[in-house]
T-cell receptor
Framework: RKEVEQDPGPFNVPEGATVAFNCTYS??????FFWYRQDCRKEPKLLMS???SGNEDGRFTAQLNRASQYISLLIRDSKLSDSATYLC????????????FGKGTSLLVTP | GAVVSQHPSRVICKSGTSVKIECRSL??????MFWYRQFPKQSLMLMAT?????????EQGVEKDKFLINHASLTLSTLTVTSAHPEDSSFYIC?????????????FGNGTRLTVT
């Protein structure tokens, strides 16, 4: 089983739509969780951390369910500029706290 | 502005040559940096963890003699792809953690797109 699994999509949604991405992780001892965004042929950029109680940043809401080892990202009122690949990221065991990345979910927001 | 600088952003080289990629943390010291590789339509895969002043830790399946890592200072790590072959063509990205907590953000360089002909 892969350490971080995501639905690859693509998700094609109209502007203004609400879209949700899901992610599961295999290591129950994982401690830190993030959503990164990656534009085509660019480096990943941190979108938001994910906290146990759930957290919101503007139009973005992240949820964590430790019992189910499940992470979600909700995007409300989608904008054209939200089109990108969204990477679910979980810390990797061992020293240095490297990160394990999911394959990413592709989102295309259309006019 | 960028907090991690990676150079070069793109390199094309002939098979058998070596390529060095630099990764610098700007305005902060990074005792640990990470090197990732990403093939088209694949996830970022951790290659190695670079530790300042000591040997790098390589992930399973990554050849340490082929991917030489040097982390000689708190702001600079280098990855050298030795005797590159076409199958080494990929997007190489370095990252550094700003802060000591496991929740501290991981900043990425802008990546190096390597093409071996």
């Amino acid at each position: 089983r892969k350490e971080v699994e995501q639905d690859p999509g693509p998700f094609n949604v109209p502007e203004g739509a609400t879209v949700a991405f899901n992610c599961t992780y295999s290591n129950s001892a994982s401690q830190s969780f993030f959503w990164y965004r990656q534009d085509c042929r660019k480096e990943p950029k941190l979108l938001m951390s994910v906290y146990s109680s759930g957290n919101e940043d503007g139009r973005f809401t992240a949820q964590l369910n430790r019992a189910s080892q499940y992470i979600s990202l909700l995007i409300r009122d989608s904008k054209l500029s939200d089109s990108a690949t969204y990477l679910c990221v979980v810390n990797k065991e061992g020293s240095g706290y490297a990160l394990n990345f999911g394959k990413g979910t592709s989102l295309l927001v259309t006019p | 502005g960028a907090v991690v600088s990676q150079h070069p952003s793109r390199v094309i080289c002939k098979s058998g040559t070596s390529v060095k990629i630099e990764c610098r943390s700007l305005d902060f010291q990074a005792t640990t940096m990470f090197w990732y590789r990403q093939f088209p339509k694949q996830s970022l895969m951790l290659m190695a963890t670079s530790n300042e002043g000591s040997k790098a830790t390589y992930e399973q399946g990554v050849e340490k003699d082929k991917f030489l890592i040097n982390h000689a200072s708190l702001t600079l790590s280098t990855l050298t792809v030795t005797s590159a072959h076409p199958e080494d063509s990929s997007f190489y990205i370095c990252s550094a953690r700003q802060g000591a907590s496991y929740n501290s953000p991981l900043h990425f360089g802008n990546g190096t797109r390597l093409t071996v002909t």
